[in-house]
């Protein structure tokens, strides 16, 4: 019973995959919609304010949205 | 056992290996189609300095890189400086929309929308470019396209024409 587990867990984890995207397949992902914050201007003055009261910065965005320009 | 381990470490670190698409390895030679139809192949540019550009009509930047390698080439009127600009969209029709809204007409663009040839390269950002000596070697390398890069650029292709003795 135990090797049965192990292998359906084996088995469970080999169906997962890593879908590698590579840079210049990422069009759908320079889409409006797809950034996280879609209004600039606003997303700058929320994150000063989390700068502020955390005292910490960072964790955020993608370099260029999700596509990963520049 | 440690004397293995420190065997094991250094030899790790001694290794290097010449990569694809890094400086001053010969870049990898490719065969593509121009938005005339006609062939574009890297080996017809050899004794030319050659600026390989990577583009996508989705990508921010490349509004900008574009037409401003537009404006280098009209600059540099020299027949041996060639910028080739690869599309690399999935879709012909969205880059076809972009050359017509942006002023390219000294450019030569050519069309990989598999990515066989950004994959050769390694492109690891878009937009991505590569300038080529005359003997087909990459010389310099830019990931993504900023301010900064317009003169860095110019100064590096300026720099290998002046050793064709081309001011």
């Known amino acids: 019973m135990k090797i049965l587990r192990l292998f359906v867990i084996l088995f469970a984890l080999s169906l997962c995959s890593c879908a590698e995207v590579k840079p210049w397949q990422k069009e759908n992902l320079a889409r409006g919609h797809m950034a996280f914050d879609p209004d600039q201007a606003e997303a700058r003055y929320v994150r000063h304010l989390y700068t502020s009261k955390e005292g910490s910065s960072g964790g955020y965005g993608v370099g260029g949205g999700g596509c990963g320009c520049n | ?167």
């Open chain 2, 1 to 167: 056992m440690r004397v293995i381990i420190i065997l094991l470490l250094t030899s790790l670190v001694s290794f290097s290996i010449a990569v694809a698409g890094e400086k001053n390895a010969a870049a990898p030679l490719f065969s593509l189609v121009s938005s005339s139809g006609k062939s574009v192949a890297l080996s017809d540019y050899r004794g030319k300095v050659v600026y390989l550009d990577f583009w996508a009509s989705w990508c921010g930047p490349c509004k900008e890189s574009l037409p401003w390698m537009n404006e280098v080439k009209r600059e540099i009127k020299s027949d041996l400086f060639q910028i080739i600009a690869v599309n690399l969209d999935s879709e012909r029709d969205s880059a076809e929309r972009f050359l017509k809204e942006h002023d390219v007409g000294a450019l030569t663009v050519a069309f990989d929308p598999s990515g066989g040839t950004a994959e050769s390269y390694k492109v690891a950002a878009m937009p991505s470019s590569y300038i080529i000596d005359t003997h087909g070697n990459i010389v310099a390398s830019h990931r993504g396209f900023h301010e900064s890069s317009k003169q860095e650029i110019v100064k590096e292709v300026k720099a290998l024409l002046a050793e064709q003795g081309i001011k």
